[in-house]
């Protein structure tokens, strides 16, 4: 299945320029997600807008983003005045410096995305920005808007493509001096070789089952207990059930047969009695 693109827009080095496409390298449609219902009734909850004063529901589109100018005071801005705003970097990634691939703090790294090139007449020019990015261990860094929030990002050149991060604002990541300044250096040195041999014991290659979520094989198995315990809902009278028998088709097309041969013989018989 071809992936979906989050973001279509142009990476930029200098007067080097070519189309690009990001995915997010992350996915969560294999977690197991759950509907909000009415315990009482079993039927599923509908959130929607409803204007504070009023009391109505809001008309699908009627929202518009507030800027608060005193109490109950709002300047109101729509998604039309948002775009008016829109920085360079809504479409084009510039690369603005280079950096030592091992000079970022993990602590600042946030999303990753993947970066590939959006059509052959880019190939070249995205092929040429990644190998030189991989021969000197550099990442780019750039600015890109995320969620009408422009963000730091990293190039990260990976396999035969790009993977870019995006980056925690300096402030946003709290000085580590602050925790760590206060714990004594006392560790036993006799103690450290044990350590190192345990570590050693316990070293082995990396691999994604290390980080894999014991919750979701629980859910699911929750889950079949609960089905097998459950009967079958009966399909209500005069409305369709969505559960359709895996023959569904096969039994619409022999009752259509069935229908035509039984007008073609009502037409018949209603000839031959015209007739006599």
Known sequence: MAPKYYW???????????PVAMTPAMSESERVRFHTL????????????VDSVTGKA??????????????????????DDLDRVALDTVKTIDIEKFVPADSIDWVYLEKPHYLTPDNAVGNEAFAVIRNAMKSDNVVGVSKLVIGRRERAVIL????????LWSLRFGDE??????????????????LIPLVQKLIKQKSAHWSPDMVSDP??????NLIAEKKKAMKPKKAARGKRSDAAPKDNVVNIM???????DADLRGRKAAS???SS
């Open 156 to 163: 990260e050149p990976r396999e035969e493509g790009i993977v």
């Open 38 to 49: 009415n315990k009482d009734t079993g039927n599923r909850v509908v959130s929607q807008y």
């Open 215 to 220: 919750i979701q094989p629980s859910l699911l």
């Open 272 to 274: 031959s009695h015209a």
């Open 173 to 190: 990541v709290r000085p580590e001096e602050s925790y760590f300044e206060d714990i004594e250096d006392k560790a036993d040195p006799d």
């Open 8 to 18: 279509k827009g142009y990476l930029k080095l200098s007067l080097l320029t070519c």
């Open 254 to 260: 022999d009752a259509m047969r069935k229908s035509v």
């Open 58 to 79: 809001l008309k699908q589109g009627a929202e518009a983003k507030g800027y608060v100018r005193g109490e109950n005071d709002y300047v109101i801005l729509t998604d």
